[in-house]
């Protein structure tokens, strides 16, 4: 790509604003809330855009549109079916228990509806997806930097979490979010240009259907939101009703710390709540963004063996000088938002979860704080060393969803049986939990044998969800259940309306 002077000062008055900004609020960080939670003070409007903004990360505008260039718009399903109905169920049943609990991180209101065993293990697992996922990120943006500038891949991606974690460490979720923001709107304005203009080099969205049509029964199901089993694709329709609508999406929206921790730092509840479902609307526009740029790749370059480098291609051969340093601005955005979004929730499970209740109990605050921020940077240097191994999927977003099947369909079960059922017993979510991970795995390694096609993510999350809702139910059904009023504020139907839940909640644990 041949950068001019325009394009060199945008990027750079973008990434000296991410800074600035960071560091702006390191000002108002004097306390773990702060740092983690941002003292509880955000709108639900700035939740809801650095939602969106961290789940359009880079893995979206390189693994979604490269999925869609060889898979089709039935990609689009993971915003459509996938995302906005359980970004509207979280909203409305699942945000205002964790509100309510006044909880830090999904493994802490696990130990307070099960027992401390689940919230521990569930925090290193938690600890451990979230590092491989985050190395997939930043494999994504070393791939299109190499594309689009010639950088070797790893000196991307050192480059990519200097400049992260300058800002993330400092500002906390304020800075993660306030920054979210504003790349959320550089996002969607370089996700245009390239719309627009692709449109225009093909001769229009007509133009797309008719050339697409005609270039062979191989791309046959490129226009189909529903495709039959037998089609030669990761997303049959089978997989995402059951994988993806029921299992992956919810457990996506319900218990990952990225995407719920936004929604903790809410001012009151009403925000809490609003944050998700404003997110939902949000939501149905992304797949115009990050879907249909795919297809248009598959007219302009029919010919390029991995489809992860097609949404380089389409920036360095149809953006003018100075949209081609907005657009790369727009990536830089994805990117960060993504990796600043992780790296702040990976810090707060680490302190809360493993941390403060295992390795140092009654320090103060402040050293809490402390701990935070290095632990921030610690994992960032991990994630560095994990990203190559991204390199031996065929596609990064299927890394992602392989890695989302481990874990996401069990954890999904324990929260939704606890939440809905008090008789759920501490150690059927245990059991359910670790069985469900287990069996994950087994599924996974016997994958050959069991199913029809080559990555089989989707059904791996449905079974795996559907033996952990099994192994819970057993063991709950022949283990003692918890008293009732040590349940109050966390299963559905036991929600004390009044100022002093939290505090009653807090005692309890204590």
């Known amino acids: 790509m041949n950068l001019i002077g325009i394009d060199y000062l945008i990027i750079l008055l973008y990434l000296a604003g991410t800074i600035v900004i960071g ?193 062979g029964p191989e791309y046959a199901n490129h226009f189909k939101l529903v495709v039959s089993p037998e089609a030669n694709t990761p997303y049959p329709w089978t997989g995402i009703l059951f994988g993806l609508t029921f299992v992956l999406a919810p457990a996506y929206f319900i218990g990952n710390q990225v995407i719920i921790q936004r929604s903790l730092g809410a001012k009151d509840e009403w925000n809490a709540k609003a944050s998700m479902i404003f997110g939902a609307f949000l939501k149905v526009l992304i797949p115009i963004l990050v879907v249909v740029p795919g297809l248009i790749a598959v007219v302009l370059f029919p010919n390029v063996k991995d489809g992860d480098g097609v949404y380089a291609k389409l920036i360095i051969e149809l953006l003018p000088p100075g949209l081609t340093g907005l657009v790369f601005a727009a990536f830089l955005a994805a990117l960060m938002s993504s990796v600043s979004a992780i790296v702040n929730s990976v810090a707060t499970v680490w302190t809360k979860d493993i941390y403060e209740l295992f390795i140092k109990k009654d320090a103060d605050d402040r050293h809490y704080l402390i701990v935070g921020r290095y632990v921030t940077g610690l994992i960032l240097i991990l994630a560095v060393i994990t990203s190559p191994i991204s390199a031996q999927f065929p596609g990064i977003y299927v890394y992602v969803q392989t890695i989302n099947s481990f874990v996401q369909g069990p954890v999904f079960a324990v929260l939704m049986l606890g939440i809905f059922f008090k008789r759920i017993t501490q150690w059927g979510g245990f059991w359910g939990l670790i069985s469900g991970i287990v069996f994950s795995g087994i599924l996974y390694f016997f994958k050959a044998q069991l199913f029809t096609i080559d990555d089989p993510f989707l059904y791996i999350s449905w079974w795996s969800f559907l033996g952990s809702v099994i192994v819970t139910l057993l063991v709950s059904a022949v283990t003692k259940p918890k008293p009732i009023e040590d349940l109050i504020g966390l299963v559905y139907g036991l929600v004390l309306k009044d100022d002093k839940l939290q505090d009653r909640l807090k005692s309890k644990v204590e």
């Open 23 to 215: 560091l702006y609020y390191e000002k108002y960080i004097s306390s773990s809330e702060d740092y983690f939670l941002a003292g509880k003070l955000l709108p639900f409007w700035a939740i809801a855009i650095s939602i969106v903004g961290t789940d359009i990360g880079a893995v979206d505008f390189v693994g979604l549109t490269g999925q869609a260039y060889r898979y089709g718009i039935v990609v689009a399903n993971f915003d459509w079916i996938g995302s906005v109905p359980a970004m509207i169920l979280a909203g409305l049943v699942f945000i205002p228990y964790y509100w309510r609990a006044g909880v830090y991180t999904i493994p802490e209101y696990l130990g307070r509806r099960y027992n401390i065993y689940l919230r521990a293990i569930s925090a290193i697992i938690w600890l451990l997806f979230i590092a491989f996922t985050l190395g997939v990120i930043l494999w994504a943006t070393g791939v299109l930097l190499q594309e689009m500038l010639g950088w070797p891949i790893m000196l991307s991606i050192i480059l990519t979490v200097v400049i992260v974690g300058l800002y993330t460490i400092t500002g906390g979720l304020s800075a993660v979010v306030m920054t979210d923001v504003i790349q959320v709107v550089i996002m969607i304005i370089g996700s245009m240009a390239i719309l627009v203009l692709g449109f225009w080099e093909i001769g229009g969205v007509g133009a797309l259907f008719e050339k697409i049509s005609a270039m």
